[in-house]
Every structure is written in C-alpha cells, then in structure tokens.
C-alpha cells in the first residue's frame, strides 16, 4: 500500500487511525490488513504541503484494495483545501506500489454544510459528498 520508505509507519488493521477507525464500516467480504497515517508520516518532510490524512490497505473479496481516506471539516469553504490534499496525494504518491484498486474518501468532523457548486467541483474530481462515516 505505502509508497517507498514509508513502510515503517504502517500500522495492523485500522490502528493507524485511532479514534476515526470507529468511523469506518467494512462491507462483508472486507477485511482491512495495514493503515498509515500519511499526514503524520510525512510532516516533517513535507511540512509545509496540505498533506493527506490517511491510507488503508484492504482485501475486498479477496482482492487488494487501498482506501485513501482524508477527516476534514466539511463545509463549501472546505471544498477548495480538500482538492488540494487530493491533489497533492495523486502527485506525491507512487501509485505503483498501491496494490489493486484505488479510492478516496472524505470523511466530515461534523456535519456536513456544502453548496450545490462545490458539489459538483467534488463530483467532477470522482468524489462522493463527505459523510461522518465511511462504508467500505
């Protein structure tokens, strides 16, 4: 899942997540093998950069799959930071080293508060609307 020089911060299961691992859901068939916590992986290296949250490495009906899962504020003036965590993510990660299939999350700290243009910003970048849980 990790890119390289990374695989030391992965962590079993959902641990890298801490309390937001009570947040995700897992679909029968779905087991989750490894996580990261990406932004805190990278902070010293990339300080400055609107790091992603979090990665997680599962098997969906046996099949690998990496889960790339960001916990943000979810309001319209969110939307312009989230694009740019996704954004930098698609950029700075070697996506070659992700096993099968990929998908990105927004998972909302609250409630959820965002206008029909930044909806369709989210749509046009393939990203369903934030919910305060993830089913995977």
């Not at 995700?24 to 068939?29: D, F, P, T, V, W």
């Not at 954004?87 to 998908?103: I, M, N, T, V």
């Not at 990203?127 to 849980?133: D, F, K």
């Amino acid at each position: 899942m990790a890119a390289q020089g990374l695989e030391s911060f992965l962590e079993p299961g959902l641990q890298a997540l801490g309390a937001y691992s009570s947040r995700i859901a897992l679909a029968r068939g779905s087991r989750p093998i490894e996580s990261i916590d990406l932004d805190a992986a990278l902070a010293r290296s990339h300080g400055q950069d609107p790091r992603w949250d979090y990665g997680i490495g599962l098997a969906i009906d046996s099949a690998p799959h990496t889960a790339w899962v960001e916990v943000h504020p979810a309001s319209s003036s969110e939307v312009k930071p989230f694009l740019a965590k996704l954004a930098w993510l698609k950029r700075r990660l070697a996506f070659e080293a992700c096993r099968g299939s990929k998908s990105f999350h927004w998972i909302a700290t609250s409630g959820v508060s965002i206008d029909s243009s930044k909806r369709r910003l989210l749509a046009s970048a393939g990203i369903r609307m934030p919910r305060q849980r993830l089913d995977l």
